[in-house]
C-alpha cells in the first residue's frame, strides 16, 4: 500500500510560501527534476489546496511546460481540497471539500498501490498531520529566507516523530530530506 507524503519545497526559515502565496521554488536544474520532480510524477495521486493547484494548472496548461510531461500530469489521479473552488478541469480531478480526510486517504490507497503525495499546500499538510494520516516527508529546503508567509508546519498536533531517510544537495545549495514516521 502506498504511503501518505508531505512533497513541498520550503525555505530555510520553514516558510512555504511569502505573504501572497507566492511560491519561492530553487532554479530548476537536471538534477531537481531526476530527484524531486520525477519521483513526485511517480506517485499514485497529487493532493493540492486551491492555491496550489491553481498554481499548477496555470505552469502546466502554459506554453513553457514540457508537453509530455503535461499530459502525464493532466492524466494522473488528482483531489483538490477545497471549500470554494466551484470547477476543476485539468485532466483527471475531483475537488474534495475535506469533510473525511481520512475516508478520502482510505479511498485513494484502494486505487493505487503507489504513493500519494500532498504537493505544497501548507495548510492541507498539517490538516492531514493533525489527522495523523501523513507517512513521510519529501523537503527541498531552498537556500532562502522567505522572512514572512505561509509556515510548512504550522503545529495544531501532537509531537510526530520522523526517522531519516536521505539528504541530498544540490549544486544550487537546495537539500532534499527524506523521512518516513518512526
Known amino acids: 500500500m502506498g504511503k501518505l507524503i508531505i ?10 510560501a511569502a505573504p501572497n502565496d507566492e511560491l519561492v521554488p530553487p532554479p530548476p536544474t537536471p538534477d531537481l527534476f531526476r530527484y524531486f520532480i520525477e519521483p513526485n510524477h511517480a506517485c499514485g495521486a497529487f493532493i493540492y ?3 496550489t493547484y491553481t498554481f499548477m494548472v496555470g505552469y502546466w496548461t502554459s506554453p513553457a511546460a514540457d508537453a509530455a510531461m503535461a499530459k502525464q500530469l493532466a492524466a494522473q489521479r488528482k ?8 470547477a476543476a478541469d485539468w ?3 475531483t ?15 484502494r486505487e493505487t498501490e503507489k504513493d500519494i503525495a500532498i504537493l505544497g499546500s501548507a495548510q492541507l499538510a498539517n490538516a492531514f498531520l493533525a489527522a495523523g494520516l501523513v507517512d513521510g516527508l519529501h523537503l527541498l529546503v531552498n ?8 509556515l510548512l ?5 501532537g509531537r510526530l516523530k520522523w ?5 541530498r544537495p544540490f549544486d544550487s545549495g537546495a537539500v532534499l530530506l527524506d523521512y518516513e514516521r518512526a
Do not use: C, E
Open 163 to 167: 526517522k531519516f531517510v536521505n539528504a
Open 153 to 157: 508546519f504550522q503545529g495544531g498536533y
Open 91 to 93: 485532466g483527471n480531478v
Open 79 to 86: 483531489v483538490v481540497y477545497s471549500r470554494t473552488l466551484k
Open 49 to 51: 489546496g486551491r492555491v
Open 143 to 150: 537556500p532562502v529566507m522567505i522572512g514572512a508567509g505561509k
Open 7 to 16: 512533497s513541498s519545497f520550503i525555505g530555510i526559515d520553514g516558510y512555504a
Open 95 to 109: 475537488i474534495s471539500r475535506g469533510d473525511d480526510l481520512a475516508g478520502d486517504i482510505a479511498a485513494l490507497k
